[in-house]
């Protein structure tokens, strides 16, 4: 039972261009949405959050973008760096105090 | 700052063992969630623990405990150790119990059971 789904396991863009990660979930109860960036043989680092009552939030390079109707999220990355090539997870905030991830993209920005 | 550290960083086992895992949080916080990520997939919630009490747990079978010492450091144990138990394990703290905000993940300790 997959709650949060990415569906797109990598993704290259070419540097200054726009990045554009997706990530859908089933579950409308969640209260919250995160983006975490992970280089390899690194933790998870946080990027960006959304709560359930916003449908945008910006900072930055980074937009998060929640469309609650189509159980949808995406992260804008503008412009592209080669150094925002990662894996990229988006999560949500689920009872219990934990984090339910998808299965990440991994970002390659070529230069 | 420190941040969340863990150790050890790599080990290996045999199926049938016993392994524990370590975590310190970054100073302040008293929240600690694991999580195990197989390659190919995003981490799974384990457990999570504040103040030294269990306050979620996972979809993982009774292998696996924790617990939270007074000063907030965390271990976590897996017992008769199956071939399917080889991830990186995950230490994450916080300030808060609900996870509205971000969680600091340490490196990771990677285990591999042959």
């Known amino acids: 039972d997959q709650q949060v789904k990415q569906n797109s396991p990598s993704l290259s863009v070419q540097e200054g261009r726009i990045s554009i990660l997706n990530c859908d979930y089933t579950n409308s109860m969640f209260d919250y949405f995160l983006w975490y960036k992970k280089y390899p043989a690194e933790g998870p680092t946080f990027l960006i959050s959304i709560s359930s009552i916003k449908d945008k939030n910006e900072d930055g390079r980074f937009t998060v973008f929640l469309n609650k109707s189509a159980k949808h999220l995406s992260l804008h990355i503008v412009p592209s760096q080669p150094g925002d090539s990662a894996v990229y997870f988006c999560?949500?905030?689920?009872?219990?105090?934990?984090?339910?991830f998808g299965q990440g993209t991994e970002l390659s920005v070529k230069p | 700052d420190a941040g969340v550290t863990q150790s050890p960083t790599h080990l290996i086992k045999t199926r049938g063992q016993q392994v524990t895992l370590r975590c310190s949080p970054i100073?302040?916080?008293?929240?600690v969630s694991w999580y195990q990520q197989v390659l190919g997939q995003g981490p799974q919630f384990i457990f999570q623990y504040y103040e030294k009490e269990e306050r979620g747990r996972g979809n993982f079978p009774d292998r696996f405990s924790a617990r939270q010492f007074p000063n907030y450091s965390s271990e976590l144990n897996v017992n008769a150790l199956l071939l399917g138990d080889s991830a990186l394990y995950l230490c994450a703290s916080s300030l808060l119990t609900v996870n509205t905000g971000e969680l600091f993940f340490g490196e990771g300790s990677r285990l591999t059971v042959l």
């Open positions: 999560a949500a905030s689920g009872q219990g105090g934990k984090l339910i």
């Open positions: 100073s302040g916080h008293k929240s």
